[in-house]
């Protein structure tokens, strides 16, 4: 069992900036992949940004120049730094690893976030 938590979230005017982060723990032998979707209300989930175990990155053309996702492999945790942001940001956030366990190797685990809230208003 992987357990995500998410942190980091909260009401911020536009322009302004928030980070936020999530920690993997558990039974974890590999990441592959660590991303950050959202879901706004009445929309999907879409994928916001993406980083490989590689350290490959993706980012959504919305956020491209605003965002940037980073993460701490000895540590098991994803960030999003989110710059300029906007009302259109505003949406819950949630996190996503993928990789393989230790105690059901080697059957991949897809783990989601909590989710956190992020409101951009002025």
């Known amino acids: 069992q992987v357990q995500l938590v998410e942190s980091g979230g909260g009401l911020v005017q536009p322009g302004g900036s928030l980070r936020l982060s999530c920690a993997a723990s558990?039974?974890?032998?590999?990441?592959?992949?660590m991303g950050w979707f959202r879901q706004a209300p009445g929309k999907e989930r879409d994928l916001v940004t993406s980083?490989?175990?590689?350290?490959?990155?993706n980012y959504a053309d919305s956020v491209k120049g605003r965002f940037t996702i980073s993460r701490d492999n000895a540590k098991n945790t994803v960030y999003l730094q989110m710059n300029t942001l906007k009302p259109e940001d505003t949406a819950v956030y949630y996190c996503?690893?993928?990789?393989?366990?230790?105690?059901?190797?080697?059957?991949?685990?897809?783990?989601w976030g909590q989710g956190t809230q992020v409101t951009v208003s002025s």
């Open positions: 996503n690893v993928r990789g393989i366990p230790v105690n059901n190797y080697p059957i991949p685990f897809n783990s």
């Open positions: 980083i490989t175990s590689a350290g490959s990155t």
């Open positions: 558990g039974s974890i032998f590999s990441i592959s992949f």
